[in-house]
């Protein structure tokens, strides 16, 4: 152990005296507060915040994770080169120690970066508000300002006041929260496509050219849509079960989205929503729990949100949602699938969240610092580098990739999927763990997402490669000069 | 176990990409290095010197055969504890300064804190960085990084010292040190390993030589019975009138011998090295390896120098009786029996063991605490103590063939 710690150490000099951690950490020391007097998002203050922490972690993590890459493959590469490693392993160390030093260097070296600007990023965040005067001090202020206010006063503080009650209930509610999601379980409709395909089959009506795989492909997503689609004068009710709000004093939310069939002349829906527990009705039981109902009219393809009262959800966790399409729309509305509608409920504090997304982070710097590290054992510098950086971008776009992958033609992507595919799957996802995807939009990063990444990624890919650093370091011959 | 290094038709074939043969660099080589002798592998460029030393310390994989050092495999941590490599050149951490090099290495052998620092100090001083010790070594001279590297292979208090081309790069003092080191080295037990193309240094020091030539052992033995030309003589006289030497040469002529006589010259280096020290007395500025008065005081009078080198190396083979014995030199390894529990005690104290200060305690014999620098004494012996401290512990075991091999 003492010479794993020997190790660490002196790579984190290196990496320090060096100067190439110093490079990037006054790169984003100068950039982070940059960006935050800088971005605007969308004017208003919660816009502003979510660029911010999108872009400022983003950032973050680019710069770490190459600088991850530089470092674990520099270290271990130069001693080769440079024969430091002569001395070093003539020493009483064993070639494995050797490298979990570097790694542990490297992990060490992260740790202290990454706590260092996401505390930037951090306190930038939560004192903006307080810099524009969006806290709930200068509410208390305003309010008794204005009860003090004569009456000519008062109508322009009122204004004041009410804008400023939006600001930071957008905030508070949209931004600065976690809130858990829940979307509806997807019908299932395997027996009615079947159905569907062997009646066309029958009638002979099936498109020329396309094979059964595609055909039923397609079905199966317009019966899914069907689902979820209202024609004028019907309605749709989706059921949710293990609602579990924080505290039933809170708001639920509603997201939704709507497509139409036919625009309308002002791009507006009208509509008809019931929330609670709607099995009250059936069993003519006195109701316990209160079912609300909203009549709105809402902008179409753009996300919005209904604010519920926690106490609609049943005893149970169960919670039905009901949409009417109201006869004054003269369109069938459709909701899209997976986005169209989902149950928001505050589950935990901004800064758990915040601090659940770093970790995300971290993972993702320890898991190049393991690829570095095995690529650095039997590659020079510049060509592991140049691999590291291969991997990381593949692993950022990995599900782009996947995606794009599968709208290939049929031969090809049968040779895809025997070669390329399972490349990408051994792979981690980057893209489909990014910190800013949950905290830009509020959603809960659990505990346990957090420990089946770590698992996945870390215990499992990240292992797999540092075993493999140890397997092939331990048989490498160290003095021997390849060109 | 009767070697320190032992090869086997050693045999280091390097190969291109496709496998075929392109050097063979080593060929068939049995090398045989007694304990407690210094020996010398000499050879011109290329002829495979390196090349074994790296077998030896599992740097380079042998094609063929096998090497055995100090009874095991040369990259087994418990072997290696034992070995201190000087490499071919001071590949050095260039970020790091002298201190923290001597630290780092120092670590690896998880030397505890306190033996590292005074091991440091020892050695910074013995090799005369003191006063540049906090300078990255990448700024260090050629001579200065060799310096640092020969203090990096020192710190371990190795059984076997294995150098390659130690001289290189060297001011004649500093190789004039080596020189000394090694035979001060040899006398305190260790056994030394080394690479050379300066055949007047391995003349002084080495007791055997093998001559490599193309990876094959050309000529070996003892350095004596190599290069004695048994039928000369020579005399050296103080001064002495003509008419001796007349008469002198008149007895040699009775004897049909043929005489020549001439005034002895200094050796190059006697010479340089008192020049040197008499500039060095005149306190001439240098930023090289030594610019205090204190690490002055350590090159500069031949006598002081002599002094540290020899508290350094015969801390424990010298007989004077010292006032205040430090706690490592508990005798009993140097009397004949041995007693299990002073062996248990002699393990105790030997350096990787983190419970070095305990045996003070259990001893019970040693009434004195180790000398630490707080106690105000002179600093003379102070800086004895240190160096003891360094040197003054080797396994009872080694103790064991130190004196097997003096009797041999
Ligand atoms: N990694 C290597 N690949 C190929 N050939 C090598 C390699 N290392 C050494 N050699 C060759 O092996 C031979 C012996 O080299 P080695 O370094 O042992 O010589 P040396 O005796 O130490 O010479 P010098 O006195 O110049 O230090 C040389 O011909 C050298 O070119
Ligand atoms: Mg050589």
Known sequence: ????????????KQALRMKVALVFIILLVVLLPLMGASMTGDGTLKGRLQTFVSYGLSLTSLLLCLLTIIISIYSL????????IYTVLTKPIRRFQLLLGKLLGVILLDVALLALFSAIIYTITIYTPRYFGVSQAELTRLKTKYNQASEAEQLGLEDEIFELEDELYQLNNEFLTARASLI????????????????????????????RKKIIAELTSRKKLEKQAAAVGEDLIWEFNNVKPLDPDQSLFIRFKYDVSVNPPDLHVYSSWLIGDVRQFESGIEIETPIYTFDRKDLIRTFHEIEVPADAVAQDGYLAVGFFNVPLNDTVVIFPLNVGLEVLYK??????????????ILLRLIF???????????????????????VFFTATISGFLVESFDFLSENLSALYSYTLRPVITLLPQFDKFDPAKFLVPARLLSWSLLAKVTGLMICIKASLLLLLALLVFSFREIAKIII | MEYAVETFSLTKIFSDWWGREIVRAVDDLNLRVRYNEVFGLLGPNGSGKTTTLKMLLGLLYPTKGKAIVLGGDGANPKISAKIGFLPEESYLYRYLNARETLDFYGRLFALPHKVRKMRIEALLDMVGLKAVANRPVGTFSKGMARRI???????????????DEPTTGLDPIGTRQIKDLILKLVERGKTILLCSHLLADVEDVCDRIAILYGGKIQAQGRVRDLLQQTDKKQITTGSISDTTVQRIKQLIQNEQADCVVTSPMDKLETF?????????????????????????????????TESILDKLVSARVSQE???????EQVHPVETSQTKPDEQLLSKLTKPAEPAQPKPVVKNGKAKTKPVKTETPRPAEQTKKSILDQLTGRSTPQNEDEDSDSKVN
């Open chain 2, 272 to 304: 340089f090295i008192r020049t040197v020290a008499a500039a060095q007395q005149q306190a001439q500025p240098t930023s090289g390896a030594v610019s205090t008065t204190q690490i002055g005081a350590f090159l500069t009078p031949k006598t002081l």
């Open chain 1, 368 to 390: 190049l610092a393991c690829l570095g590290i095995l690529a650095s054992t039997f590659l020079s510098f510049p060509v592991a580098v140049l691999l590291s950086l291969c």
């Open chain 1, 1 to 12: 152990m003492h010479s794993i710690w020997a190790v660490a150490t002196n790579t984190i």
């Open chain 2, 149 to 163: 590297g020969l203090a990096q292979a020192l710190i371990n208090d190795p059984d076997l010292l294995i150098l």
């Open chain 2, 321 to 327: 009786p010292r006032p205040e014995p430090p706690t």
């Open chain 1, 77 to 84: 590469t130069s001693d080769i080169e440079q024969r430091q």
């Open chain 1, 184 to 211: 509806p379980p997807e019908a299932d409709v395997t027996h009615e496509v079947i159905d569907i395909y062997e009646e066309l089959e029958k009638t002979g009506q099936l498109p020329p050219g396309a094979s």
């Open chain 1, 347 to 360: 589950a935990d504090t901004f800064t758990a969240n915040f601090l659940r997304a770093v970790c995300l």
